[in-house]
Structure formats: C-alpha cells, structure tokens
C-alpha cells in the first residue's frame, strides 16, 4: 500500500539562486510560467487524495500566502532551519502515521509521475526506504558526481552513476533514533543502507534541477521539449 501523505521541502535559503532568492523563496521561483512549487503540487494533484504538507522558514510569510487556498499545512521551523531529516520529523504530527513521500521542490520532470513510479515498487515489509534516481548522464543541471549504484537486488549503496531526484517513500522510524534537532536525511539513509533497507528506482521521464540560475533556462527547455 502507497503513502497517504507527503511533504514538500520549502523551507531553504535557495543560496546558489543568488540574487534571485534574496526577497523571495526559491519555491516561489517562477519555471515556464509558474512557481517551482506549483510544478510539485501538480504531480501530486496527478497523482490522487493525500495529505500534503510543506515545511518553511525562509520567507515563510510568502510561501504561507501562495499556499492559502492550496489544501497545504504548513510545518513551520522557527528559530532555526531543521534540515530535511530534522524538517521531516518535526512535519511527522500533520503527515499521520506510516510511511510518507516527499518531494523536493527545485525540480522539474517529464515522463511518468514520479510518486506513481515510486508507488508502484514499493514494498513496505522489504523496503525501509526507496529513492526515486536518474543516470548522472540524464540530470540535466546537475554537474556534480554521482549519489548512488543500484545493486541487481534493487538496493543502494553509495557512489555510482546515480542522482537521487528529490522523490522518495520512506518509512519515518528512525528519525526518532537522531539526538540533533537539526540533521540531513542522509543520517537516516546511511542506517537504512547498513541494515539493507535502502531501495531504489530509475526514473523513465526527463528530470532537471533548478538549484541555480542557469537551471530555469535548463528546465524550460525539458518542458518545451515535451
């Protein structure tokens, strides 16, 4: 059985945006006429019924009012910034129980719905987590080295030709086991991969990260393209 909740991560400063994110949110970054975030909200749409959360802090008054008539909760981290681990645990009480996706918001897709694809092979007595990926030869705005090899077994272990694109399920369980307040999904992931429950799935659509300014242009043109 797939999740019936999901967080979108919103709540980063969006640094190497530059000038662009100085007064705005990088969610609220327009790509081919519309908010990143927009494009996320419209794979969930796509897919069907779940309960949808954000987490903000930077900017968090804009993003509030761009979600206002959305059917988003939004998961305030005030004072400080919690991370995606942290941000995801402390978003736990709207999300409700069992497994969840998430979805990172600096990205655009084609191809099929990346939470469908991610529904479709989950197994949830087997899998702790399972990780949406592209061939680092397909990520389009992506120039660093590879996250992940995927093993004939369908696990992950570190390095590789892989990038993770922001899409997952994962169980939340050993969120609870992290002492820092504040601390990335990869402290999660790494116990996962230790005890073999870290999973993946090769995305057969188009994918692009807008972390930086040169990716919009970068986007556009994968969505022109469809």
């Given at each position: ?113 990346p939470l469908a694809t ?61 002492r820092e307040p504040a ?44």
């Amino acid at each position: 059985m797939s999740p019936n909740a999901i967080l979108l991560f919103a709540a980063g400063f969006g640094t190497r945006m530059g000038p662009l994110t100085r007064t705005c949110p990088k969610p609220l970054i327009r790509v081919a006429g519309r908010p990143l975030i927009d494009h996320a909200l419209a794979l969930a749409d796509d897919f069907g019924p779940l309960t949808r959360v954000a987490n903000a802090h930077y900017h968090a008054d804009q993003l509030a009012a761009h979600l206002a008539d959305r059917d988003v909760a939004l998961s305030h981290e005030a004072p400080e910034i919690l991370e995606t681990g942290g941000g995801l645990r402390k978003a736990l009480p709207l999300l409700g129980q069992g497994p969840v996706f998430t979805l990172n918001t600096d990205a655009v897709w084609t191809g099929s719905n990346p939470l469908a694809t991610l529904a479709r092979a989950w197994q949830p007595d087997r899998m702790q987590a399972l990780l949406l990926c592209v061939p680092l030869t397909s990520a389009l705005g992506r120039d660093a080295p590879g996250d992940f090899h995927l093993g004939p077994d369908g696990r992950l272990r570190r390095g590789g030709d892989l990038v993770y694109t922001g899409a997952q399920i994962l169980h939340t369980d050993l969120l609870q086991e992290v002492r820092e307040p504040a601390f990335s999904l990869n402290v999660v992931w790494n116990k996962m991969a230790e005890q073999g429950g870290l999973f993946g799935v090769v995305h057969d659509g188009g994918w692009c990260d807008v972390g930086r300014p040169e990716g919009i242009a970068l986007a556009e043109g994968l969505l022109a393209d469809v």
